[in-house]
């Protein structure tokens, strides 16, 4: 018998852009925003420069693809802990792709997530890979995605 749980999650977004005369007009004001999460460091965020954003802050876009990046991360190697395969390395090459629409809308049409990971024991390199598919399958941020989330997983 599985039992359910509710899982709430809070953050904080105050925008940050009021350079005077708040949107009085389309250019001038800053997209800087700031997300403030209980007992942890801030995130300071932008729009994505196509969007009059600052290009050293985080935007929302990158944001997501870093979500499902981490979040498939975080799954694999919970797996791979817990079939007694040791993971020595883990790195992803994600890409989002992101059409925009002449009305100004716009959403993702896919991302792609490219992990490479080293394994200790070369023997178990199949069952290594197989646990991608599991992973992709128990991240919570791909589940709630209306696109697809593929993975290209390369072990090394």
């Known amino acids: 018998m599985s039992q359910t749980e ?3 999650y809070e953050a904080r977004l105050e925008w940050e852009g009021n350079l005077g005369s708040g949107t009085a007009e389309y250019a001038a004001y800053s997209r800087r925003f700031r ?3 209980a007992g942890k460091p801030d995130l300071i965020g932008s ?3 196509h969007f009059r954003g600052d290009e050293d802050k985080h935007n929302p876009e990158e944001l ?5 990046s981490s979040c498939h991360m975080l799954s694999y190697l919970a797996l791979c802990a817990r079939r007694r395969i040791s993971v020595l390395e883990y790195d992803d090459a994600a890409r989002g ?3 925009t629409t002449a009305d ?3 959403r993702f049409e896919s991302v ?3 992990p490479r990971v080293r394994i200790a024991d070369s023997s178990r390199a199949a069952e290594a890979m197989a646990l991608h ?7 919570f941020i791909a589940s709630s995605c209306n696109f697809p989330v593929s993975v290209s997983a390369e072990l090394r």
Not at 64 to 68: E, K, Q, T
């Open 6 to 8: 509710i899982h709430e």
């Open 47 to 49: 729009a994505d420069p």
């Open 112 to 114: 792609t997530l490219s």
């Open 104 to 106: 100004g809308g716009g």
């Open 97 to 99: 792709l992101m059409r």
């Open 133 to 139: 598919e599991e992973a992709h399958r128990l991240c």
């Open 64 to 68: 997501l693809v870093a979500a499902l």
């Open 35 to 37: 997300v403030s999460i």
